[in-house]
Structure formats: structure tokens, C-alpha cells
């Protein structure tokens, strides 16, 4: 049994009409949405610098389409875990509205889930290999309607980054990404570092600190979230690439199944425009690392990555820098087991 992908190139065509062909021609999607129904349309406007995001008219364009189907569509993210204008929805939100997602561009609210401070996150029991409970925000727990709008890029840990990323990190509470990441124990290398102090600036955690021009991470107080890894131009800051890349990965694989288990409608498209080396998080402006491709639509969200890292690597591997697809590779196969999805789909090409 395979799971249908619907692809349209964005090759003649505007981003914008790429979108609504694909929309149209896969009604089949948004047409389980009932009317009446609250429809969360989770997405992320990126870092401050970040250019690279989704774009407001492209939401608008599915909010319009969901309008028309007499549903309640509303735009969400949560607060992340790292220094920044999203850590808390204040912040978040003035951003977001910076960026051009107000109500009378994208045609319907934006809403930071997790509260203020990003401290409502609810204790979900799941079984996994990794996790016995999953920490969300309490939307989480009685949405019924999804549709992910996921920016594809590289990453830093997984080397892609897709629909799984956005719904593991992006639909969990900030304490649900902190148990994600605390697999990972960076250090420094002292042969390496600079003391250029830019990772203690960024550290989230407080956690690393200059004793006298060494620079030492205290695994006591570390997070595991990666800033300092991003910042350090020296490549002077390691983890086991191997180990704590695998456990990362499996347990946003066991976040994903957990957070959509309860989500009866969920749609995931992957939109591989301006395809960056790192993430929308950490990515500024930073030079694409392939041509632009087109949009996917699935209702299965390994199906949706599969197809779409498939497409953009089927004339070598663009994400293969520092061995770090090898954790993503790990991460196909695992979400496939744990059944998160299907890594078999039929590409449906318009
Ligand atoms: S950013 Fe890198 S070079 Fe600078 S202090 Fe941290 S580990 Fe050392
Ligand atoms: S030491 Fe690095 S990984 Fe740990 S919390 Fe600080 S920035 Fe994040």
C-alpha cells in the first residue's frame, strides 16, 4: 500500500499559481475539513533575519480556499527554546506581524499556542521506544484539523528538515522540545576554540562558561538545543554525531506520531522553495543551496518528506554536508517502523 504525494513544479509558473493548482488538484485533502470546523494551519515566519519563510501571500491563498469551504482557519506556532524574538509570544507575535502575517494579509488570526511564556504544555502518555510522555501545548489535545505548512531546508542535526521537524519541534511546548534535544551533550575543543565567546552570548541555558580563556560547557545546565553548535565559526564545538544525532531524531519521530495520533484531519505540504543549508531558525540570508523546486501535498507526513527529499537529492545528495543526513536516513527508517507514516508513496505529478 503506498500513499499518494501530489507534486506541481514550480518550473513556468508563479509560486502562487503553483499553490492553487496543487489545492485544486488535491481537493480530496481539504474536503474532509467540516464546515463549521476550527482548522490550525501550523507554520513558522523564521528567525528575525530569516528571508526565507513561507510567505504571507502564499497562506493567504489556502486561507481563502478554506474560507470557501465555510471552515474557522486560523495560523499557529509555539515559542522555541533559544534566544530570540520567539521566545515568548509577545515577542513572537510583533515579529510574525513584522513579517506581514496580520489578519488583513493572511485572512485569519495568528496565534502563539503555548500561552505567553510558553509555559502551557500538557503531559501526553505515548508509548515509544525513547519517550513515555510528550509535552504540548494544550491545543494540542482537542484539535481535530491540521494542515503543516513546512518550508524545507537543510539541518543542522538531521541535515532536512521537513513536515516531521515542523510538527515534532513546532507543535510540542518548549519543554516538549527541550526533552527532544537533551540527547545532545556538546563540548569544545580546546584546540579549536578562540575564545571568541559568541556561544556563551547565545547559550539559551547559561551554560557555558570562559575560565581564564578555556571555554567549557556544563552539561548540568545544557538543554541540548544547538545554538552554540549554529554560532561557532571555529567548528570547535562537538557531539557524537553518531549516537546523539540517532536518539534526537528517534525521539522527534516518537514526538510526531505522538502529537498527530490524536488529529483526525491532517494535511502536510512541504513548499521546496529557497532551500537554505540550515534551518529557517538559524538561516539569514543565506545563499540557497539548490534551485527551487515546486510544492507537495500529502495526508501522510513521511510520504510528503520521502517524496520531496527524494526529488531534491535525486541528482546528488544537497544535504550530505558533514555526514549529518546519515541521522535523517536513520530518521525515515525509524518513523517508518514506530508507524508514523509510509515511506512508500506514489508521486502524483501535475
Ligand atoms: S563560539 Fe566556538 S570559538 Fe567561540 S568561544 Fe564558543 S566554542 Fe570557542
Ligand atoms: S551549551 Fe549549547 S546546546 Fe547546550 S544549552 Fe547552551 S547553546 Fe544549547
Known sequence: ???????????????????????????????????????????????????????????????????????????????????????????????????????????????IADSVFGTDSKIVKVESGNIKEIKVPSLM??????????????????????????????????????????????????????????????????????????????TNLCIGCGECIACCKFDAVKIKWREDADVFVERMAEYARGILLKIERKVFVNFAFDITEECDCISGDDPVITEDTGIFISGDILAADKACYDMLTRSGDIFSRNKKIEAHLHLFKYAGEIGLGNLNYDLVEL
Do not use: W
Open 141 to 218: 489535545t482537542v484539535l481535530k484539523d491540521v494542515i503543516v505548512l513546512s518550508h524545507v531546508t537543510g539541518h543542522i542535526m538531521t541535515g532536512f528538515a521537513g513536515s516531521v521537524k515542523n510538527v515534532a519541534m513546532g507543535m510540542a511546548s518548549r519543554a516538549g522540545k527541550q526533552i527532544q534535544h537533551s540527547s545532545m551533550k556538546p563540548s569544545v575543543s580546546t584546540a579549536n576554540c578562540t575564545a571568541c565567546g559568541c556561544c556563551i552570548e547565545t547559550c539559551p541555558a547559561n551554560a557555558i562558561s570562559d575560565h581564564s580563556g578555556r571555554v567549557f560547557i556544563n
Open 1 to 111: 500500500m503506498k500513499s499518494d504525494v501530489y507534486f506541481s513544479s514550480i518550473k513556468g509558473q508563479s509560486r502562487e499559481d503553483c499553490f492553487k493548482t496543487l489545492l485544486n488538484r488535491a481537493d480530496t485533502y481539504f474536503s474532509q475539513f467540516k464546515k463549521g470546523s476550527f482548522v490550525g494551519i501550523k507554520m513558522t515566519v523564521g528567525d528575525e533575519k530569516n528571508i526565507g519563510y513561507i510567505k504571507p501571500g502564499l497562506v493567504r491563498i489556502l486561507v481563502d480556499n478554506l474560507k470557501g469551504r465555510e471552515v474557522k482557519p486560523f495560523v499557529f506556532d509555539t515559542n522555541v527554546i533559544y534566544k530570540g524574538q520567539r521566545q515568548n509570544s509577545v515577542d513572537h507575535l510583533n515579529l510574525a506581524y513584522r513579517k506581514g502575517f496580520t489578519p488583513d494579509k493572511i485572512g485569519c488570526p495568528y496565534i
